[in-house]
């Protein structure tokens, strides 16, 4: 918030809301089109094309970041969502060889839970914003979110819960390695002197735990 | 900034994307034959060969554009546009020369240029998979794994050149240069340089389109025009790349000559560094795929680490 803060001032309404500006306009277009990749994306039963809608979704929202002028915020949007998660997801898919066209088991049991956890949590969103603002109006000079304001922001006002989510990030790092050693380590590494010929290697490995090899 | 003078600037970012590199492709064809003892093309354009890439250009332009039946169409139609436009797009943001010779001067340049360049990954992604070829596929993998583990050293790379600025736009980058940056950030200019060909999977980093083993990776489906804009933006790529070194880790426009002369010194540096490019094509063989990820993990990562340390303590060191 303090990014906003620092762009203007949050002074009560002045103006009216019937009389949009262009850059107003083309916010609520790009919205739109964010929204309505979002809702491909996860309504595809093209598993790479809800990849590639996603890239849609992501990259509309660089341009929202933009149009209100934080550009720091959409160039890091676009270099780690867009340039790595992304790119880390069609990879995840390619190493299961994802179908080209319909994959028909696409479609979870879960989804009509999963449509109300998305309603309720896109409605208590919306509504801590609208009500957190109510009609106060935020003029946006350009620059305000420029890297050094974001910056300072972050690292004087904001610089404990940065703090902590790096070391919550680097928990989650130490926990994944951690998980995936362990696994390792409980097969047991076949000897030479013991193999049977027609007998992969792998053979016992892949019998214990069929599923694991197939998720990762 | 009017209308006029911003068409100017992209048209003559429009220009530079067009001719550059495929300056910088006629100049591979006639330095790769002389260092392998050959000529080169000879006939096309009568002297020297001069418009070889013209003629190819014509030969893709008049090849059928072919669509596996199998491919799904649209993406296979959409991957050379998506791996090509955020070359343009990085172009138009490069500082050439003082006082404002630039496409359009963005105040984070670097994460700009940066985040785009990433995106180029995903066309070449959407290609490898969307061919519906086993080898198309592997390539597209190897290009993935590849990417991601380059993409590191180079954004802490061009951190130390950040930090050592004090500033992430590009033109305040080179503004602030003086000549004992060049020892300084020379272990990050190489790490730069070094993940930038990776990036761009030219040899000896070109495991992804190994020819011997997978055909051309992701490519390998593509014909005519469509194959023409992968080429087109790998040249584009080695131009962007040495720019960026240039602009980072050289000084882009800070030479003898006055500033007015600026510019020259900026595309100097940068075809120099094109003629690096094509000079390790040649020299060292490929790596393997295990050897491509050692590199970057316990070589590339650890010496980028290193810069950024020895940037900071020397960045403190001065401005006590």
Same mark, same amino acid.
């Given at each position: ?216 | ?69 199998? $491919? ?5 139609? #959409?991957?050379? *546009?998506?791996? =090509? +436009? ?5 172009? @138009? !943001? &490069? ?122 990776? $992701? ?5 005519? #025009?469509?194959? *023409?804009?992968? =080429? +087109? ?5 080695? @131009? !962007? &790349? ?79």
């Amino acid at each position: 918030m303090s990014i906003l803060a620092a762009a203007g001032s949050l002074a009560p309404a002045t103006r009216g809301f019937l009389s949009p500006t262009g850059v107003e306009i083309v916010f609520v277009l790009v919205g739109l089109a964010v929204l309505g990749a979002a809702v491909i994306s996860v309504g595809t039963k093209q598993l790479v094309h809800a990849a590639l809608w996603l890239v849609v979704a992501l990259g509309g929202l660089a341009i929202e970041f933009l149009l209100l002028t934080a550009e720091f915020v959409a160039w890091v949007q676009v270099l780690i969502y867009l340039g790595s998660v992304v790119v880390l997801v069609l990879f995840g898919l390619m190493l299961t060889k994802a179908p080209i066209g319909r994959s028909p088991d696409a479609d979870s049991g879960n989804r009509w839970v999963a449509l109300l956890v998305a309603l309720a949590a896109a409605g208590t969103l919306v509504t801590l914003v609208v009500d957190a603002f109510r009609t106060s109006w935020i003029d946006l000079g350009s620059g305000g979110g420029s890297a050094s304001v974001t910056g300072a922001s972050l690292f004087r006002t904001w610089v404990l819960p940065f703090e902590a989510l790096s070391v919550l990030l680097l928990a989650a790092l130490v926990g994944a390695i951690v998980l995936s050693r362990s696994r390792q380590a409980a097969v047991p590494k076949p000897r030479p002197g013991k193999l049977r010929a027609g007998k992969p290697v792998g053979a016992a490995r892949a019998a214990k735990s069929p599923s694991s090899e197939r998720e990762s | 900034m009017n209308l006029l003078d911003t068409l100017l600037r992209c048209v003559a970012a429009l220009v530079v994307f067009l001719t550059f590199p495929l300056i910088i492709g006629q100049t591979e064809h006639k330095v790769m034959a002389h260092m392998q003892g050959r000529l080169g093309p000879m006939y096309a354009g009568g002297f020297h060969g001069w418009a070889q890439l013209v003629a190819d250009g014509v030969k893709f332009a008049q090849k059928e554009d072919i669509v596996p039946a199998d $491919a799904d169409r649209r993406i296979f139609q #959409l991957a050379p *546009a998506v791996s =090509l +436009l955020p070359y343009l797009f990085v172009l @138009l !943001v &490069v500082p050439v020369g003082p006082h404002g010779f630039v496409g359009q001067a963005v105040d984070a340049g670097i994460f700009f240029v940066l985040a785009v360049m990433g995106v180029g990954v995903i066309g070449k992604l959407m290609a490898g998979w969307a061919s519906a070829n086993k080898f198309s596929l592997l390539g597209g993998l190897r290009t993935a794994a590849q990417l991601m583990s380059y993409e590191l050293p180079m954004v802490l790379a061009a951190a130390s050149a950040a930090m050592a600025a004090g500033t992430l736009s590009l033109t305040g980058i080179v503004d602030a240069f003086h000549w004992w940056w060049l020892p300084w950030q020379a272990i990050g200019a190489f790490v730069f340089f070094t993940s930038g060909i990776a990036e761009l999977q030219r040899p000896p980093f070109d495991m992804p389109v190994a020819d011997s083993e997978i055909i051309f990776g $992701a490519y390998t489906e593509y014909t005519g #025009l469509r194959f *023409a804009f992968f =080429l +087109l933006s790998e040249y584009a790529g080695i @131009l !962007v &790349v040495c720019a960026l070194t240039t602009v980072l880790f050289l000084g882009g426009w800070h030479g003898p000559l006055p500033d007015s002369l600026g510019w020259l010194w900026t595309i100097l540096k940068t075809f120099a560094l094109a003629f690096v490019v094509i000079w390790l094509r040649v020299t060292y063989p490929r790596l393997r795929e295990d050897q491509l990820m050692r590199f970057a993990w316990t070589v590339l990562v650890p010496l980028a680490l290193l810069q950024l340390a020895l940037t900071g303590i020397i960045k403190v060191a001065i401005s006590q």
